[in-house]
């Protein structure tokens, strides 16, 4: 089995995120790492986040670190990633790519110890960077600039200590002497050597300052104090003539200035009142802002608090250190402070979100100081604080982030053409059930009822240089209503269009004049009013017509074509005829290039499966230049000129391709190739897009051409960085659509489905899905579908969390204390309005700020009942008594009259830590009442582990308890033990069933194959795998083989051998007897690994699914970074062999971004096997033309044609 | 040193042990062992953040104090040094 990989949706979460000019000039950029994906984002005007471009570098991205050389206009990317390289990235405004400026291999690559690439740090001046290590290394590059002003790299210079952790490093801003780096560090090897335990417990960290010796070249230690041993980061403090210099130190609990020969100067982080009193606070991300007055930084707590750092400071160095609250946000991985007065926040995990600055928190607030800092005899004194709204910062945009998909299912359970996804993403108060659905979000702006069912509908402007359009024409069976639009939409009767009839097409014609044309002719309105009106011939009528600004063709019944062009004079005139052999199907006119008069290629379709492509040209009117046959009647034909591939912001330097769009009867998009000059079709693909013939329509997207496609839904076809994507939009079968263009909306589409009209515009292009968040209460961590009923269950549990009645109270209490603070001030009545404010508005919304937090041994947890349809939970059980729920299946025992029930897996009084323990475990059972939308507990039964697996099998209920597999039955007072298997190594996870047998996954040994004997009640494991695997997720592909994903971000399928599998079922004893030898104190047989594959993040969730109609089958997966992939397998020889081929060349000539070896990155932890990376593959479009020739060459191909493998490809899959 | 001492098998050795933490050697005890597989462990979970926060998940802490707790002696230091739970 050969797969191809294919990630569908880039992973959302952010490991990291800076902010800088990257394209030069004063536009403020964010470049952010999601893991192995290199993104560079720019707020808009309108503080929306736009991706400007996103790129997979195949390499696991650490750290990040901007840097800009002095007097330089523009900054540079500093990455450090898994490679063991050193990487200086360029963002370059005209291509829309990162340029590697420098790569500088400095150790092995890989997430290890000693290799650097964890930390960075750079000198404020932008004079040099340190790259360090974990443990001992730290490397120094020098940065300079050659003659020509290019950016160049020293060699690098060691600061290496060994025995010694490095918890945090950053640069010291000195102004212009020696650069110097900060780091904080703690030396074991006194520890090591004494087993007492005496020295490790005296180990202190150590700030350490590193001076780079610019003159000698040189890196030398200058300075080491003892520094407080919860220290864990370092920020700079600007130094030279704009501050005192020197580091703040976050530690737990504190934050102390230091610099070489000054006091230090140290203040609490204040705490929430709430906070248990073991917690520590510890700051876990920061940012600085600075302006010529002054600077000051935000610190954020790892409860999301964040915290205004000032420094008082005089020629005297720093006086006093106030840490003052500010705000609270979502706890982030990185905030940036955007000079435009935003502040970006990249969230751990749920989304992110772009706020501005209201105020800088000038206001006086809880703040906490250096000067009134009280040590007694407990300790430092702390300062307290409530968290209360916002109040500095606004909200205003915020990127959805699937961080983490804890579980995920696929099924259709909104019975529509496509399977939707149903993930569960987040964690706490800000978990959600989200509803992906492949396709483009539509926003409606407008639905009005019309008075009977319109056929057509169509916009025209009054001018060409006119912005917006003025009519709406909508057509019906018998007559055509006009819409004026203006701030409102009326029916008007003044514009000159004929009511009377159906209309065929209405569109602008010449400069100024509107032209209708209906069956028995064209009217053509003259701007001052004038009508025209040409009569068909006969009795003939016309059945079909295309146009673009300045030519017309309409076909007769009967197959007449008549040809007019506009003249000079702005007449319609008419040109030539032409008989068609039989009736027209459709046609259409390619838009008039640039600086032309007309256009020269006019495609017919016809019902004998053809379309033809006709000369307009006066020399050689109506001549076909060529056929091209197709598999149906075409139903509608567009030309569309695609200007995809790379090349400047809008992709837009390359030449143009034209291509003629045909939508068949049989429900295919058929593309192809048009050659501008001769006029000749090549490399043809097609698509199927619904059971309707597609109609197609020419729209605007961000001011380019698109095209809109109505099948049994609709499509967009446009141009999305560089690459023309085909993409489902998720709204209702649509009729008749055109583009729609008002000051309301600059980029609309107006439609017809039914007796409606509908205005709509299409939001968050490039994306691959469109998703529905249902807000959860806590940390979802698995959920059954209930496919019949059409319910979701959801387990969701939390640790250290107060339960909703100890939150409730806490709240309330919090509220009247803070209510008899303002009563004080005495004015009732204001108070109570306030009040009710306050309600209205949940200052406190715990989505914002968290639970508050309890000890680690509490727990919380839930059981829902969810209706997807209407987002409504029907049903909630708290549970009560510390305990949390791990597992859920549907079970149908067999022979009892409940039917389905519901069983829940439990554990009271979990702890991880220092041991792991529990007070018990529980299986609940329950019933499902009010057909399905409520549960009633039957019984629970008590076990001695936590149940994480549960499973039916043969109308009982498997469980894994711990190492224990056991079947259970039915009972009246609680589940009846049957027959178990201790024998398996950990801890069982995962429990899927196929007939008689049955696959355990094991915490960290892989899978295990069993059996159930009937007749000697007796389970038995008959294989498994040989490799230890730290499953995360499994998934039943068939009777022999299981899919796997591992902890370190692996995806695996293993296969029993044929022989065996055959051998185990064609034997009696089924293997019993050979089990009970056993082999290597393992099963006997052992299974074999077929597909192996390092993703790069770690797999929660595996599905088998097709995601398009008639599609084949491939596996799914989500990951904790919030990415979806897929893995589809090929199905002809011919594909493996050229995408293998594909893949080694790609390799070969496009090697990683970030300096990571694409097949070291890939085989990260077992060797690559049978997995073609399809992400490494869809690059192929970026690489210069002329390389993308060689490899294509190479291949005994095209490059367009591998472009249409590629494309077909994902089209198999989505 | 003479010439032929740098290929020697154990110079070599020596070599890679001063180079690369970690490295093991013939008289290595199980504590050793221990510390190291656990320290390279940790800067493992440390540098992939999708791990860090597969972690930050199971224990309900945000991904900061989790790379916190890796990093701290009470388990890179003393957990093996002085010799007792070694779980590995």
Redesign the interface.
């Known amino acids: 089995m050969y797969l191809y990989n294919l990630t569908l949706q880039q992973a959302t979460g952010i490991v990291s995120a800076i902010n800088g000019n990257f394209s030069g000039g004063k536009i403020q950029e964010i470049v952010v790492a999601r893991g192995k994906i290199l993104s560079l984002l720019r707020p808009d005007e309108l503080g929306k986040l736009q991706t400007l471009h996103s790129v997979e570098i195949f390499g696991c991205i650490r750290s990040l670190a901007q840097f800009r050389l002095t007097g330089a206009q523009k900054d540079y990317i500093v990455v450090g990633s898994d490679s063991g390289r050193i990487v200086i990235l360029e963002y370059n405004k005209e291509k829309n790519v990162f340029d590697k400026v420098h790569q500088e291999t400095f150790g092995k690559s890989g997430c290890r110890r000693i290799v650097p690439g964890q930390y960075l740090a750079i000198d404020p001046k932008g004079r040099a960077v340190m790259i360090g290590a974990c443990e001992k290394q730290k490397l120094v590059y020098v940065l300079n600039r050659d003659t020509a002003a290019r950016l160049t790299i020293s060699s690098p210079l060691e600061a290496h200590k060994s025995h010694t952790i490095v918890y945090s490093i950053c640069g010291v801003d000195c102004g212009f002497d020696n650069p110097i780096f900060a780091a904080i560090e703690l030396d074991y090897s006194e520890a090591d050597q004494d087993s007492t335990g005496v020295a490790a417990g005296e180990a202190q960290k150590h700030l350490t300052f590193y001076e780079l010796d610019l003159g000698l070249n040189h890196v030398s230690r200058k300075w080491s104090e003892q520094v407080d041993n919860g220290a864990n980061m370092l920020v700079t403090v600007p130094g030279g003539g704009d501050g005192p210099s020197g580091v703040l130190v976050c530690a737990e609990n504190f934050v102390i200035y230091k610099n070489q020969g000054h006091p230090d100067i140290r203040a609490v982080i204040p705490r929430r009142a709430d906070l248990p009193e073991e917690r520590g606070v510890l700051i876990v991300s920061a940012a600085t802002h600075k302006q010529k007055s002054m600077f000051f930084f935000l610190l954020q707590t790892e409860y999301g608090d964040i915290f205004k750092v000032t420094l008082e400071h005089g020629n005297d160095g720093v006086t006093e250190l106030k840490i003052k609250y500010f705000d609270t946000i979502p706890v982030t991985a990185s905030m940036c402070v955007l000079k435009t007065g935003f502040l970006f926040a990249a969230s751990e995990f749920g989304n992110h979100a772009l706020y501005q600055f209201q105020a800088i928190g000038d206001d006086p607030d809880v703040e906490s100081s250096s000067s009134t800092l009280m040590e007694t005899e407990e300790g430092f004194q702390p300062v307290f604080f409530q968290p209360r709204g916002l109040k500095n910062l606004v909200r205003i945009d915020q990127a959805e982030s699937l961080m983490p998909i804890m579980d995920m299912k696929i099924a259709n359970l909104f019975e529509e053409e496509t399977p939707q996804i149903y993930s569960l993403c987040g964690r706490g108060p800000r978990s959600s059930l989200r509803i992906l659905r492949p396709g483009l979000a539509i926003s409606e702006m407008a639905v009005s009822q019309l008075p009977g069912v319109p056929s057509a509908v169509w916009t025209v402007k009054k001018n060409v240089t006119d912005a917006f359009d003025a009519y709406i024409v909508v057509s019906f069976a018998n007559a055509t209503l006009v819409l004026s639009i203006g701030e409102t939409v009326e029916e008007v009767s003044d514009s000159g269009f004929l009511d009377t009839t159906p209309s065929l097409a209405v569109s602008l014609i010449g400069d100024d004049s509107l032209m209708q044309i209906h069956p028995n002719g064209i009217r053509h309105i003259r701007e001052d009013g004038r009508i025209n009106e040409w009569r068909t011939p006969g009795k003939r009528t016309i059945v079909k017509v295309g146009s673009n600004g300045l030519q017309v063709v309409i076909a007769l019944s009967g197959g007449e074509l008549i040809y007019f062009e506009v003249d000079m004079t702005g007449q319609l005139m008419e040109v030539e005829k032409h008989e068609m052999s039989g009736d027209v199907a459709c046609l259409d006119i390619a838009p008039v290039p640039e600086g032309r008069q007309r256009s020269r290629f006019l495609a017919v379709g016809s019902y004998d499966n053809t379309i033809r492509i006709l000369s307009l040209d006066p020399d050689d009117c109506m001549q076909v230049l060529s056929v091209q046959s197709v598999s149906s009647p075409p139903e509608s034909l567009l030309f569309l000129e695609v200007k995809a591939s790379i090349g400047g912001e809008d992709g837009a330097d390359h030449p143009a391709n034209l291509f003629l769009n045909a939508g068949l009867q049989n429900g295919v998009l058929f593309r192809t190739v048009v050659d501008m000059v001769t006029g000749q079709l090549s490399d043809s693909r097609s698509r199927f897009l619904g059971l309707r013939a597609p109609k197609l329509f020419s729209v605007k997207v961000r001011g380019r051409p698109a095209m809109l496609c109505l099948s049994s839904r609709p499509w967009l076809g446009y141009i999305h960085q560089g690459h023309f994507l085909l993409t489902p939009l998720s709204y209702e079968t649509l009729e008749f659509a055109a583009s729609f263009s008002s000051d309301q909306c600059a980029e609309g589409v107006v439609a017809v489905a039914g007796d409606a009209l509908r205005v709509f515009t299409i939001e968050r292009l490039g994306e691959t899905f469109n998703e529905t968040a249902i807000p959860l209460r806590y940390t979802p961590r698995r959920f059954v579908l209930q496919p019949k009923r059409k319910l979701l269950v959801i387990i969701e549990s939390d640790q250290g969390s107060y339960t909703a009645e100890e939150r409730e109270a806490a709240r309330k209490e919090f509220f009247e204390a803070a209510g008899m603070g303002e009563n004080g001030n005495g004015n009732m009545n204001q108070m109570e309005n306030g009040g009710d404010d306050e309600d209205k508005e949940d200052p406190l919304s715990d989505e914002q700020y968290g639970y508050p937090k309890a000890e680690s041994n509490k727990w919380v947890s839930c059981i829902r009942v969810l209706d997807p349809r209407t987002a409504a939970t029907t049903c909630l059980l708290e549970l009560q008594d510390n305990e949390a729920a791990f597992s859920v299946c549907t079970v149908n025992f067999h022979d009892k009259e409940y039917g389905t029930l519901l069983a829940v897996g439990t554990a009271k009084g979990l702890q991880f830590w220092p041991k792991r323990s529990l007070v018990a475990g529980f299986i609940h059972i329950y019933r499902f009442i009010e057909d399905g939308r409520s549960l009633e507990l039957l019984h629970k039964t008590q076990v001695e582990g936590v149940p994480l697996a549960l499973c039916q099998f043969q109308g009982r209920l498997l469980a894994g308890i711990g190492s224990v597999l056991r079947l259970y039955d039915l009972g009246k007072k609680r589940l009846l033990r049957k027959c178990e298997n201790k024998l398996f190594p950990n801890t069982i996870v995962s429990i899927q069933t196929y007939r008689d047998r049955i696959y355990v996954g094991d915490i960290q040994e892989s899978f295990h194959f069993c059996k159930y004997r009937r007749d000697e009640n007796q389970l038995y494991i008959f294989a498994d795998d040989v490799v230890p695997r730290w499953l995360t997720a499994s998934f039943h592909i068939d009777f022999d083989t299981m899919a796997g994903a591992d902890k370190f971000g692996n995806v695996y399928f293993v296969r029993l051998p044929q022989d065996v599998s055959d051998e185990i079922e064609e034997d009696p004893t089924g293997g019993k007897i050979k089990w009970e030898q056993g082999r290597l104190n393992g099963a006997p047989n052992k299974v074999e690994e077929i597909v192996q594959f390092h993703v790069g993040d770690v797999v929660t969730s595996l599905q088998k699914a097709s995601l398009i109609p008639g599609g084949g089958e491939c596996v799914l997966y989500g990951t904790v970074m919030g990415s979806l992939g897929a893995l589809l397998p090929f199905t002809s020889r011919d594909d493996v062999d050229f995408f293998s081929h594909l893949e080694m060349h790609m390799r070969q000539e496009h090697p990683p971004l970030c300096g990571r070896d694409h097949m070291g990155y890939r085989s990260a932890y077992f060797p690559v096997k049978d997995v073609i990376d399809g992400d490494l593959c869809e690059q192929f479009p970026t690489l210069p033309m002329d390389l993308q020739r060689k490899i294509a060459d190479e291949l005994d191909r095209t490059p367009g044609e591998i472009l249409k493998k590629l494309e077909e490809a994902r089209n198999k899959i989505i | 040193m003479q010439a032929s001492d740098r290929f020697n098998i154990n110079s070599q050795l020596e070599h890679l042990q001063a180079k ?3 490295t093991g050697h013939a008289d290595l005890n199980r ?1 050793e062992w221990a ?1 190291n597989i656990q ?2 462990s ?3 979970y ?6 860090l ?2 972690f ?10 989790e ?2 707790n890796f ?1 701290q ?1 009470e388990k ?3 957990s093996c ?3 007792y739970e070694v779980k590995c």
């Open positions: 690369y933490v970690g504590f510390v320290r390279d940790y800067a493992s440390i540098g992939h953040y999708p791990m926060a597969y930050a998940v199971a224990e309900n802490e945000s991904i900061g104090r790379r916190y990093m002696k890179t230091i003393k040094s002085s010799g």
